[in-house]
Nanobody
């Protein structure tokens, strides 16, 4: 079983930056594709970014492309989401997710493709 713990959220002004971290337990982290999702109040959870096992392949949603960057450090069992030029519409609870089923070099963008989820961290961007 994989346990995920997010951190790094907070309240910032528009245009600021934040870096979210997701620490994973267990030795299987390096075998897991990882994803970040977010859920704003009253809205469905949506995909933000994903990264393959080695970190060699990444994918970002159009809404965050060019502003957010997903990365990982397998030696530290941690995945990151660097968020720059934050906008009020980025306000949401951000969740990291992991799954072992993806082949090397691949990742998922759908909620149902991930088996393990963190508890979430709140990001609030004021205008």
């Amino acid at each position: 079983q994989v346990q995920l713990v997010e951190s790094g959220g907070g309240l910032v002004q528009a245009g600021a930056s934040l870096r979210l971290s997701c620490a994973a337990s267990g030795r299987i982290f390096s075998s897991s594709a990882m994803g970040w999702f977010r859920q704003a109040p009253g809205k469905e959870r949506e995909f933000v970014a994903a990264i393959s096992r080695s970190g060699g392949n990444t994918y970002h949603a159009d809404s965050v492309k060019g502003r957010f960057t997903i990365s990982r450090d397998n030696a530290k069992n941690t995945v990151y989401l660097q968020m720059n030029s934050l906008k009020p519409e980025d306000t949401a609870v951000y969740y990291c997710a992991a799954d072992l089923a993806f082949n090397s070099g691949t990742y998922g963008t759908m909620i149902h493709e991930y088996d393990y989820w963190g508890q979430g961290t709140q990001v609030t961007v004021s205008s």
